[in-house]
């Protein structure tokens, strides 16, 4: 994969020594543009940077290939350019499309963009569930290295900044969380993968303090309407990983006095439910409790 701005690896000027590896070779992994052209060709001075640019502007998506036909008069002959400039582009190891003379702006937009497409998204979906899968089994650190490669190629990609969020919660790294979390771009802080991220880390930051269950646990039973002890209760549960126990004495403690605190109850819920993933069953089954006591 490759990132915006590598014009030194996304455009190239070949040879007939390299054509093979540069084109046939590299298509099999992303598309690449060929621009057959020649110093003295009028037209090839505007259509060569008009195509660079859009090169560079789809970001790794696509490749180019610069191909001087009076120095490699063999390709040209072989690829049947008749006239110049033309352009191929290759996927696959075939050519795929193609065009004669210059054409506007917004024409090479949408060849290029027809282009990319047909890689998709560059192996960044893969590469998001191999994160993925690397934080669930506990690799922490491998898992933030992934989701940061990944930012490096889609620096807007919400998923990767929020499992970048999380690789770094996981490891215990709460301040490079945060300090990750507060470097989202604002268009971005709204997601829900960042919400997500942010949701976790205000339960990472309130594990750090609470208390032990059994000794909440005995408070609360010897005492049930000492909401400040069922609450603490609940956060200590859920930094025991007790989720679905926590819920519920969250949901109890919203039926005794939904107004506690300023709705304390609810807002803490809420948080669990960001943190988790929207289908969880404890996140379904909370979300409907919590519905019915709302409206009962």
């Known amino acids: ?14 040879t007939e020594a390299d054509f093979m590896a540069e084109v046939v070779d590299a298509s099999l992994q992303v598309p690449v543009i060929v621009d057959f052209w020649a110093p003295w060709c009028g037209p090839c001075k505007t259509l060569g940077p008009a195509l660079e640019a859009a090169v560079t502007a789809a970001g790794g998506k696509v490749r180019m290939v610069k191909v001087n036909v009076d120095e490699n008069q063999q390709i040209a002959a072989q690829m049947r350019v008749q ?4 352009v191929y582009a290759f996927w696959q190891g075939q050519p795929v499309d193609g065009f004669q003379g210059a054409i506007p702006p917004s024409e ?27 934080l669930a089994e506990g690799a922490a650190v491998d898992a933030a290295e992934t989701f ?20 770094h919660i996981a490891a215990g790294n709460l301040d490079q969380a945060e300090a990750f979390l507060a470097g989202v771009p604002a ?17 990472a930051r309130q594990a750090a303090s609470a208390g032990p269950v059994t ?10 309407d000492n909401h ?6 609940a956060l200590a549960m859920h930094a025991a990983g007790k989720v679905e126990a926590a819920v519920d004495e969250l949901l109890e403690l919203f039926r005794r006095d939904r107004d506690w605190n300023e709705g304390a109850a609810r807002a803490q819920l809420f948080t669990i439910f960001d943190a988790m993933k929207p289908n969880d069953p404890i ?9 019915s006591l709302m409206f009962a």
């Open 283 to 291: 996140v379904l089954k909370g979300r409907r409790k919590l519905s």
């Open 228 to 233: 400040q002890a069922r609450f603490d209760l």
């Open 83 to 86: 006239s110049i400039p033309t």
């Open 108 to 134: 090479i937009k949408k060849f290029v963009d027809k282009l990319a497409a047909l890689a998709g998204d560059g192996g960044l979906a893969e590469a998001l569930e191999a994160a993925e899968q690397m």
């Open 215 to 224: 000794d909440l646990l005995a408070t609360v039973l010897a005492e049930p």
């Open 148 to 167: 940061a490669a990944i930012l490096g190629e889609e620096p807007d990609n919400a998923a990767a900044f929020g499992g970048l969020i999380r690789s």
């Open 187 to 203: 268009s971005l802080a709204t997601s829900a993968p960042v919400e997500a991220a942010r949701a976790q880390l205000a339960l």
């Open 1 to 14: 994969m490759l990132g915006t701005g590598q014009t030194n690896v996304l455009i190239k000027d070949v």
